[in-house]
């Protein structure tokens, strides 16, 4: 069943913009279709087309439950700005893995110092439909490297995936018992020496991903595997 993003108004989803055009033109749906909706909470919506005008289709709600693929741990992706091609392969590879949130920033190896947040929410959007996700993940805006560091203060656990790394593995009591959990990742550049110590002073357990130097999309989906797996998320 075909599944779409909208606002609730009471026993009805309104569906409009991006998401109407793809109802109406691509999938070429029909009043009394049926379909999922999802507006942003925790719910999934079994829905039938009642009425789709210019400007948006106003879907009936049959029945409801709760979305069984909404996370249970709330985790934080922190990601250094990478190259548009990692860039497009992170943030799906995130969505599927169950992080809440994204967050990118800059730093003296970033060569890139700006991020189209529109596109990255949409990106967020499809990949929410596609993994069957009912509430979206939150985007934040490009931060410089020194706001990434005071952000880290509001999490139970920070894993820091750090290549300088050669001892300390990923053990799964790290994040166990955690609710907010954040996940720091380089860029294909990598961090500076003073980057990897304000990190580490910061809380976070810097870890080791083994001997082969990663690429940076790799790394994401290596890490938040493990968090996800180990946090029973």
Do not use: W
């Not at 994204?102 to 730093?107: G, N």
């Not at 580490?200 to 493990?226: H, M, N, Y």
């Amino acid at each position: 069943m075909k599944r779409f993003f909208g606002r609730k108004d009471k026993n009805f989803i309104i569906v409009e913009g991006g998401e109407l055009q793809h109802l109406k033109k691509v999938l070429r749906m029909r009043e009394g279709d049926e379909v999922i909706a999802c507006a942003n909470d925790e719910f999934e919506y079994f829905c039938t087309i009642e009425e789709i005008s210019p400007s948006f289709a106003r879907l009936v709600i049959n029945s409801s439950q709760l979305c069984p693929a909404t996370p249970k741990k709330h985790i934080t992706l922190i990601q250094m700005l990478p190259k548009k091609d990692y860039l497009d392969s992170i943030v799906p590879k995130s969505i599927e893995l169950g992080a809440s949130e994204l967050m990118f920033f800059t730093s003296q190896y970033t060569i890139g110092k700006q991020l189209r947040t529109d596109r990255i929410q949409q990106q967020v959007l499809t990949a929410c439909k596609q993994c069957e996700r009912s509430m979206l993940a939150h985007v934040h805006e490009l931060e410089k490297f020194d706001k990434m560091i005071e952000f880290l203060a509001g999490f139970d656990v920070v894993v820091f995936a750090n290549e300088d790394e050669h001892e300390n593995k990923f053990m799964p009591e790290l994040v166990e018992n955690a609710k907010k959990i954040a996940v720091v990742i380089g860029n294909e550049a990598g961090f500076t020496d003073e980057e990897r110590e304000k990190i580490i002073a910061a809380g976070g357990k810097s870890i080791t991903l083994g001997s082969r130097i990663l690429r940076c999309d790799t790394a994401v989906a290596a890490v938040l595997a493990l968090v996800g797996v180990f946090s029973n998320n």
